[in-house]
C-alpha cells in the first residue's frame, strides 16, 4: 500500500483521532503536583492499552524513580533503521484556573482550536505520532521502520528521573536515531527544521549578612543589608546593555561560523515587534541580532529574588537573608561544568568576605544540543516538508533547552530529529493552552511520509549516513 493511501487514511479519520485525542486530554497528568498522581496513572495506563491495542509488543513501564516513562516495540522491518519515537504524557499544571474560558481538562474545540491543558505541549504531536504507527500496522502490517515509543512522565519537571531510566534500560532503547514529538515549528507558513538548542545550567544562592533580621532605626547605616548586597552581585552580572560582565563566560566562546549566521538570517524574524508583542525593551549583547541572541548567545537571567518582609503594608526591618535564582542558557562549544564553576567563582569574587555565600547547584546542567544538518533524519525531513509546502525548509535553533535530545546523545549515541507540529502561539504554559485542527491535519500527512522516506535506507545505510554527518560537524 502507497504512503498516500496511509495519509487519506489517517485525514479521512480525523474525527475518530480528535475523540481519541480528547480522551486523553481529559486525563490531568500533572507530574510536578502529588495531588494528580491519580492522573498521572490513568495516563500510563491509557497510553499502555493504545500501544497494545495498535499491535505494539513488550508494553511496559520503564521506573527511574520517578514518574515512569511508558514503553512499546515493533520490530518486524528487519535490516532497515530502527527510531526511537519520543513524546511526553505529563503536563504542566492548570493554575489560574479561574482564567480559562473552559475548564482545562475539558476539551473543548473553538475556531478550529482544541483547547485543553496539554493540547499543545505535547499531546496533540504525540497523538499524531502514535496515529501514524497505527494507521502503518492496520493498512499495511507493517511500518517502514523498526519503531520504539519512548514516552515520557517528567518532561514538565525537568526530567529528573530520565537519566537513570535511559542508563537503566539501555537495552532496550538502542536505535539508529530518534524523532520527536516534542519541539514546535517555528513558523506557521515557513516550514522549519530544529537543529540544535541552547543547554542551561541553574543555581540557587543565598547570602546572609547578620543571625536575624534588624529593626531599621536601631541598626539601619551601621551594617550590611543583605537585599543591598544580592543586588550588588546581580548588578555585577552585567552590563549597561544587558550583556553578560563575567569575561570568563565569553572568552571561551568560539566564533560563530558565517554559516550559522546566513541560516539564521534566512528565517523571517521581526525583532522590534518580537519585543514589542510582549510589551518589553530591546536589551542584550551589542553586535548580535536579537535572534542571534536569542539562538546562538548565552543568556544569563535572574528567574527570581527575595529577602526581608514582602507582605502586605510595611515592616522597618533590615533582611538578614536574601536569596535569588539564576538560570544559565549555554551554546555550542560551552561544558556546563567549566560555565557552572566560572560563574561560581564570579559570584564568590565580588560577594564581599565578610558577607556569607551558599550555592544550591541541582547539578542537573545540560550541553547545548546539535543535530547535523546531512544526518539522514533532516534529510528527510527536508524531503518531505519541501515537498509538502513548496518551500526549501529553514534550519533553526531554539532558544530553549530540550534535555532528551543531549541525554540520548550522550548515553546512547543517536541523534534526534524534533517533528512537533505545535505553533509558538498556543500558550503552553498559560491558561487557554490550545492546538490548531490544521496542524494536527498537517502532522497526519507529514508522520507517514517521514516514515517512509527513512524506511527507503536500509539500516547500515542510515548508521554511515549518520555517521558521515557527525564528521562533518567535527
Known amino acids: 500500500m502507497h504512503v498516500d493511501a496511509i495519509v487519506q487514511d489517517l485525514l479521512g479519520r480525523q474525527s475518530e483521532i480528535v475523540d481519541r485525542l ?24 491509557f497510553l499502555g492499552n493504545w500501544l497494545e491495542r495498535m499491535g505494539l509488543s513488550d508494553v511496559q513501564l ?34 489560574p484556573a479561574e482564567a480559562w474560558v ?62 537513570p531510566i ?10 539508529d536515531g530518534m524523532i520527536s514529538a516534542d519541539g514546535a515549528r517555528a513558523h506557521p507558513k515557513i516550514p522549519t527544521i530544529n537543529v540544535g538548542s541552547r543547554g542551561i545550567v541553574e543555581f540557587e544562592i543565598s547570602i546572609r549578612t547578620a543571625d536575624k533580621d534588624l529593626h531599621s532605626g536601631r541598626y539601619g547605616g551601621a551594617v550590611r543589608n543583605a537585599a543591598h548586597e544580592m543586588a550588588k552581585i ?9 550583556a553578560i560582565a563575567i569575561p570568563g563566560l565569553l572568552a571561551a566562546l568560539p566564533s560563530i561560523s558565517v554559516n550559522a549566521r546566513a541560516e539564521t538570517a534566512r528565517f523571517p524574524f521581526d525583532g522590534a515587534a ?21 539562538t546562538l548567545r548565552p543568556a544569563l537571567d535572574v528567574n527570581g529574588m527575595w529577602g526581608g518582609y514582602t507582605g502586605f503594608g510595611s515592616k522597618t526591618v533590615i533582611p538578614s537573608a536574601a536569596h535569588a535564582k539564576l538560570s544559565l542558557r549555554i551554546v555550542p562549544g560551552q561544558d556546563p561544568n567549566q560555565a557552572s564553576d566560572t560563574l561560581k567563582a564570579h559570584l564568590r569574587t565580588v560577594c564581599p568576605p565578610d558577607v556569607e555565600l551558599s550555592i544550591d547547584d541541582p547539578e542537573t546542567g545540560s550541553r547545548a544540543f546539535n543535530l547535523p544538518t546531512g544526518h539522514p533524519l533532516v534529510l528527510a525531513a527536508k524531503k518531505v516538508l519541501s515537498e509538502a509546502t ?18 540520548f546523545q550522550e548515553l546512547l549515541g543517536i541523534q ?20 490548531r485542527l490544521t496542524s494536527l491535519a498537517e502532522g497526519l500527512s507529514a508522520w507517514p511520509r517521514l516514515l517512509e522516506q527513512v524506511g527507503e535506507h536500509s539500516a547500515d545505510e542510515f548508521r554511515l549516513m549518520a555517521l558521515e554527518a557527525e564528521k562533518a560537524l567535527l
Open 22 to 45: 480528547c480522551a486523553f486530554l481529559r486525563l490531568p497528568s500533572v507530574s510536578t503536583d502529588p495531588a494528580f498522581i491519580g492522573g498521572m496513572r490513568d495516563a500510563q495506563a
Open 416 to 435: 534526534t530529529l524534533m517533528f512537533g507540529f505545535a505553533l509558538p502561539d498556543e500558550d503552553i504554559h498559560s491558561p487557554n493552552e490550545f492546538f
Open 234 to 242: 546581580i548588578a555585577s552580572l552585567h552590563d549597561d546593555d544587558g
Open 62 to 95: 520503564l521506573d527511574g524513580g520517578g514518574h515512569p516513562a511508558v514503553y512499546g516495540a515493533w520490530n518486524g522491518a528487519p535490516g532497515k533503521p530502527t527510531l526511537l519515537i519520543y513524546g511526553h504524557y505529563d503536563v504542566q499544571p492548570p493554575d
Open 390 to 407: 513548496g518551500q526549501e525548509p529553514v534550519l533553526v535553533r531554539l532558544g530553549a533547552s530540550i534535555p532528551i535530545t543531549v541525554i
Open 166 to 175: 535511559v542508563q537503566r534500560y539501555g537495552h532496550l532503547l538502542q536505535a
Open 274 to 294: 518580537f519585543v514589542k508583542d510582549v510589551g518589553a525593551r530591546a536589551h542584550g549583547e551589542h553586535g548580535f541580532s536579537i535572534r542571534e541572541q536569542l
Open 102 to 163: 473552559t475548564p482545562p481538562f475539558e476539551p473543548t474545540i473553538r475556531d478550529g482550536r482544541l483547547y485543553a491543558r496539554g493540547a499543545s505541549d505535547v499531546k496533540g504531536s504525540t497523538a499524531i505520532a502514535l496515529e501514524t504507527i497505527a494507521a502503518f500496522l492496520k493498512l499495511r502490517g507493517a511500518c517502514p521502520v523498526n519503531v520504539k515509543v519512548f514516552l515520557e512522565g517528567e518532561e514538565e519537571t525537568n526530567s529528573p528521573s530520565l537519566r
